[in-house]
């Protein structure tokens, strides 16, 4: 299409109004048939062979289609330890909000203990009038909850804060980012029951992995959203995310969602854990680093089109992304085609959830010229995803955590498309 489809731009370089998805008439890429040749396609064409024979028979776990194959996390292991790295989601290849279990991204500090849920305990101690421990049978008598959120790693986008533009596929870059719905027992009851002395502030969570990693947690946090999980997307956690039972600390860093959670420790101070000293915190310009930074702030991506992607022709294409904030909803995304000189408001698609990946999309009329598209979030608490110049003069150029700047996808005259800094 569309030369003959004159559709009024609201924004520079094509970006169409994002209502025109619902009308009537928009030409984008179907072949065009006469009422002769439609027949024709019905009556003359050969059968398709799965159309010739009985399927396949009922299978008790359903898988993929064989064709969808290459829809998979990236790996990225360790040389030296092999339980210590992280596979990424493919978020260019999927659509919709929710993260199918088997590709939820995954970092591990030592690997995926089998855990037996038959043995498994959690102990909730400290700074507690009494101490308690529950096992999995236990915990299932308590009243349960659903949260749909995304999980981001710290590190998600670190790329970012390299000089140069990385061009590789969104999720290699960016997928350290996931979205389920997570079910289990508010926090808060099981600490009521423990009774919290009021000399306590925080909460040491601690895994039962390998590296028994722990953070330390506000007791704030602990009472306001927090879940124990024992479901993901409807059924048990999946090993790799946590299974039997895990923390879920909406909208915060990934590090504090515990997985293989075994313990709860109240306490008036942080533990100064590893990955909270060390590692997941900010080196600022003036020499200090930023220590629990705990919300993700908002962030938004184009995933399609998007690096690795092509433009076969021109005419009308879907424009779509994610936009995520750790404060809360996203109220809305703007996008660009012309590198930020102007902007047209993007679709949100319901529903629009506090603290979860929200999808947006808006249709674009790609004439054959170059053009830079970006995104850009804005969430509830007026909070607006910074360009990568005003990230990098806040929190200086050597970051490596937190890096939630806009991303440039720079298309080509011939439709392919690359990562720039713009
Ligand atoms: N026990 C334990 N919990 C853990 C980790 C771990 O290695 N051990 N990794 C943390 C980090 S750094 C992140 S980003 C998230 C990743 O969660 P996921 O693997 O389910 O995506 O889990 C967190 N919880
Ligand atoms: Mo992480």
Redesign the pocket.
């Known amino acids: 299409m569309s030369e003959e489809n004159p559709v009024a731009t609201v924004a520079g370089g094509g970006l169409l109004d994002r209502r025109l998805f619902l009308k009537k008439g928009l030409v984008f890429s179907a072949l065009a048939l006469s009422t002769e040749n439609a027949l024709a396609v019905v009556n003359n064409a050969p059968r398709p062979p799965w159309t010739a024979k009985p399927g396949q028979p009922f299978s008790n776990y359903g898988q993929p289609s064989q064709y969808e194959r290459k829809t998979i996390r990236w790996t990225m292991g360790n040389a030296m330890a092999a339980g ?1 790295g ?1 596979s990424c989601t493919p978020l260019q290849d999927l659509e919709g909000i929710i993260t199918p279990s088997g590709l ?7 690997g995926v203990p089998e855990i037996d849920p038959a043995q498994h305990q959690l102990l909730i101690h400290g700074l507690v009038e009494q101490a308690l421990t529950f096992n999995m049978a236990d915990l299932q008598r308590y009243p349960m909850t659903s949260v749909l959120c995304f ?6 986008s670190n790329a970012g804060w390299q000089s140069k533009p990385v061009e590789t596929q969104v999720g290699y870059f960016h997928g ?1 980012a ?1 979205c389920s719905e997570w079910t289990g027992i508010p926090l808060r009851i099981l600490l009521a029951e423990a009774r919290v002395k009021s000399s306590a502030n925080w909460l040491i969570a ?4 390998a ?5 330390s947690l506000p007791l704030d946090k602990a009472l306001d959203d927090c879940i124990l999980a024992l479901y993901q997307n409807g059924e048990r956690i ?1 090993p ?3 299974y039997p039972l ?2 879920i600390a909406p909208g915060w ?9 075994r313990r709860l420790h109240l306490t008036d101070q942080p533990v100064m854990a590893r ?1 909270e000293t060390a ?2 915190t900010e080196l600022l310009p003036s020499g200090k680093a930023r220590q629990f930074s705990f919300v993700m702030e908002a962030k938004s991506l184009i995933t399609q089109p998007s690096f690795g992607h092509k433009l076969n022709a021109k005419g009308i294409y879907q424009i779509s992304g994610l936009a995520w904030s750790g404060r809360g909803k996203i109220i809305r995304v703007e996008v660009s085609a012309d590198g930020g000189k102007t902007w047209a408001q993007a679709q949100l698609q319901e529903p629009v959830l506090s603290k979860c990946f929200t999808r947006f999309r808006i249709p674009w009329h790609w004439t054959g010229k170059p053009a830079v598209l970006k995104s850009r979030a804005i969430d509830e608490t007026g909070y607006v995803q910074p360009e990568r110049a005003e990230l990098l003069e806040k929190q200086g150029a050597h970051g490596y955590f937190h890096y939630n700047a806009i991303v440039s996808w720079e298309v080509t005259a011939n439709g392919s498309i690359h990562h720039v800094y713009a």
Do not use: P, Q, T
């Not at 939820?104 to 030592?110: A, C, I, L, P």
């Not at 999980?151 to 998600?156: D, R, T, V």
């Not at 590296?211 to 953070?215: D, I, K, T």
């Open positions: 210590n992280v939820h991204f995954e970092r591990h500090h030592n999980i981001e790693c710290g590190g998600n350290m996931s601690e895994g039962a992995d590296s028994l990693m722990n953070v999946r790799e995310n946590g895990r923390l860093e990934g590090v504090v969602n515990v997985k293989w959670l990955n590692k997941y």
